[in-house]
């Protein structure tokens, strides 16, 4: 018996260290996207894990367990590629109240994510590198949801069967929750792009759920449709809608938490690790000229940090004027895009998640000047948290700037950062170890032990109970109907009584 109970405890631990074999695919050009996966990719080769990785950004890992697949080939690398004269312009008609911001959103959906993304899959099903990995045998595949489902088809052409966990860098897109059966609701929930917080007015609402609609039809149509199809043409079979096959995934890990972007439904299989790309371990060390710029500096620094795709010199000379003017006339020092450090009061900053979160991890209250993507959307859940003042760009003028920076800089707002900033540090594990934990977790169990709803299997009808609510209204409304009825008929029995009688 003891021996018996051993082997079975040997078992279980050989289960638990075993390396597994994982591949992660992840087909957007974007560095600022990589920033977010490459922590736990590096964690899983450092327990051993043997790990492949198709990714835009090579050479960013070294274990001996590890290797890669480098996609540069396939698409341009987008750093520094944004001309902000085109934010800082726009036409009238993206100008106007509610419908202005859905004509913006579907024009960047249509014209710039859904293009890049049926490029990148094109040229992805020609791939010999990928094609080769694709036709090995996994433990485990970890692929990247964004605004792309390509991979999904190709794993079905090479019969995976291995469990799948998506990744977003970003909060969910308005398609990603509901692959594992969590809707998302536009009544509280913004989407994306939106500038929207959780309290909406009407007509918010009204804007956030065109949006809603807008989005996801777009996505099938222009994207989901359109890369079947090329896979579909290239070999020479007819694979699941990608739409059904994106509820094969088992895990879905989020780059939100519940601090900054409020309190969301979720099931098992959606894991918030917002703050993941922050290493604590890994420790930059700051130049000896920052250094002493910033030590030196006895009434603090305010740090300007636009990201990686914006180019400031493309930014007009009267927007670059108010910035040097504000600046002048402030007794803090001001560090145009560098490292954080402690002596910083406040940032400046365009709303891009990851800049915000280190932010909000270090307690410093922002002016976020939000310009494209998701900036609208982080920068609103800042403001409504109580740790930011937003300006557009449009807006940004030197009295504008000023009143935003006095009011970030003032004890209010430092103080409501630094509470913001406990509250978002206070969790049972590190967005690092929680994420290895739900992967690993993933490839112990596999698809025995399912983490999302069965709402997914549902139909809309189904899910919002609109075909019990008619069965109600029917029901309800025959009953009415008959009662209506049988008083008519005992009107007309009375009256004719009377008639008798009489």
């Known amino acids: 018996m ?14 638990i260290v075993s390396p597994a074999k994982i591949i992660g695919i992840f087909p957007y050009p974007g560095f600022s996207h990589q920033k977010v996966f490459d922590p736990l990719l590096k964690a899983l080769a450092d327990r051993g894990h043997d790990v492949t990785i198709a990714t835009f950004f090579p050479n960013r890992y070294h274990k001996q367990n590890s290797s890669e697949i480098d996609l540069r080939s396939l698409s341009n690398i987008k750093v520094n590629d944004i001309d902000m004269k085109h934010l800082e312009n726009p036409s009238w008609l993206l100008q106007l109240p509610v419908i202005g911001n859905v004509i913006r959103q579907y024009k960047n959906l249509v014209d710039n994510l859904s293009v890049s993304s049926v490029s990148i899959c094109e040229k992805l099903v020609l791939f010999t590198p990928l094609m080769e990995a694709l036709n090995k045998t996994y433990d485990l595949v970890i692929v990247e949801q964004f605004t792309s489902d390509c991979v ?20 969910p897109m308005p398609w990603t929750r509901q692959r ?3 809707e998302h609701n536009p009544s509280f929930v913004p989407i994306i792009t939106s500038s929207l917080s959780s309290q909406m007015s009407f007509f918010e609402r009204l804007e956030n759920t065109l949006h809603n609609i807008m989005m996801r039809e777009v996505y099938y149509y222009k994207i989901q449709l359109k890369e079947q199809a090329i896979i579909e043409k290239q070999f020479g079979r007819k694979i ?3 739409h059904d ?7 879905l890990f989020v780059n939100s938490h519940y601090t900054l972007n409020g309190v969301r439904p979720l099931v098992p299989g959606l894991v918030e690790v917002g703050g ?28 300007l940090s636009f990201g990686s795709r914006l180019k400031l010199d493309t930014l007009s000379k009267t927007k670059q004027d108010t910035l040097i003017r504000v600046f002048s006339r402030l007794k803090q020092r001001v560090i145009w895009k560098y490292e954080d450090h402690t002596n910083v009061l406040t940032i400046i900053c365009h709303g891009g998640y990851l800049g915000m979160t280190e932010a909000i991890s270090a307690g410093k209250p922002m002016v976020i000047i939000p310009m494209y993507g998701d900036q609208g959307s982080n920068a609103a859940s800042a403001k409504e948290v109580g740790v930011a003042e937003v300006l557009s ?10 009143k935003a920076l006095e009011t970030v800089l003032g004890p209010e707002k430092q103080e409501q950062a630094r509470l913001i900033s406990q509250i978002w ?20 169990w596999g698809h025995r032990s399912p983490l999302h709803s069965t709402a997914r299997n549902l139909s809309l009808y189904q899910y919002a109970l609109l075909d019990i609510a008619l069965f109600v209204i029917g029901l309800v409304t025959s009953i009415i109907v008959v009662i209506l009825s049988l008083c008519r008929l005992q009107r007309v029995i009375n009256n004719r009584k009377i008639i008798k009688l009489e």
């Not at 760009?393 to 009295?399: F, G, K, P, R, T």
């Open 245 to 251: 096959a994106a509820n094969n995934i088992t895990l």
């Open 180 to 182: 594992l059966g969590v």
């Open 425 to 444: 540090r206070d969790r049972a594990n590190t967005p690092l170890d929680t994420a290895v934990y739900w992967t690993e977790r993933v490839i112990r």
């Open 393 to 402: 760009l449009q807006d940004l003028n030197e009295n504008n700037l000023m």
């Open 152 to 171: 999904l088809g190709l794993l079905e052409v090479y019969g995976n069967t291995a469990p799948i966990i998506g990744m977003s860098s970003c909060s």
């Open 2 to 15: 003891v021996a018996v109970l051993s082997l079975l405890i040997l078992c279980a631990v050989i289960d």
């Open 240 to 242: 699941s809608d990608l």
């Open 276 to 303: 993941i790309h922050m290493n604590v371990s890994e420790k930059k060390t700051i130049p000896e000229y920052i250094q002493k710029f910033t030590n030196n500096s006895h009434n603090g620094v305010i740090l």
